[in-house]
């Protein structure tokens, strides 16, 4: 059952996304583009991330948005000078779910750091990313040398705000899936 809905739900997700790119022309983009890629657990079907793609379409300042829905990815492309890495994802948290209006995708930005190989490493990003304003919690993934940011409801931080921090703390940062800088 759960299935048939997925399937049916789906293809009214793809005539709404259709008819999205059909909307009046957003504003151009002005900054440098970000390249982000958000983890985004709340996926049951490949229609969630129809969904999600659909409605991040209308989200001014962003480019563009492709949810992989086996990896439960996003990958975003977004100018942060007309909305920042937290915006992003308080935007796919209040997109319309495919699966009902009281479920919600939650979305956390992944960050590169590639010196992070133990657990000391790992909680010096952790402590040091919880003390940016609009942060909520960074949780490190050891295998991936990642850490995924839950943003509070309120705030604007960006991913370079994000990876300054890092920085400054003594750890080499970036987007996660970028080439960092040696």
């Given at each position: 059952?759960?299935?048939l ?41 490949p ?10 379409k209308?989200?001014?300042g ?15 492309e ?6 920042s ?16 209006a ?14 992070a ?31 995924a ?17 890092l920085e ?5 940062a ?9």
């Amino acid at each position: 059952m759960r299935t048939l809905f997925c399937v049916a739900t789906m293809g009214i997700m793809t005539l709404t996304a259709a008819s999205v790119g059909q909307e009046a022309s957003r504003q151009p983009l002005k900054g440098e583009l970000t390249k982000a890629i958000y983890m985004v657990p709340n996926q049951h079907c490949p229609a969630c991330g129809t969904a999600l793609e659909g409605a991040m379409k209308k989200v001014q300042g962003i480019k563009s948005t492709t949810v992989n829905f086996p990896n439960k990815l996003a990958i975003v492309e977004f100018d942060e000078s007309a909305i920042s890495a937290q915006e992003v994802s308080r935007a796919m948290f209040q997109a319309p779910h495919a699966m009902g209006a009281n479920m919600k995708y939650g979305a956390f930005l992944l960050l590169s750091v590639p010196d992070a190989k133990d657990k000391a490493t790992g909680a010096k990003a952790t402590v040091t990313l919880g003390k940016v304003e609009g942060v909520a919690k960074a949780v490190f993934y050891p295998q991936s040398k990642s850490v995924a940011i839950q943003f509070s409801d309120k705030g604007k931080a960006t991913s370079a705000e994000l990876i300054k921090a890092l920085e400054d703390a003594g750890l080499k940062a970036g987007q996660y899936g970028a080439k960092i800088k040696k």
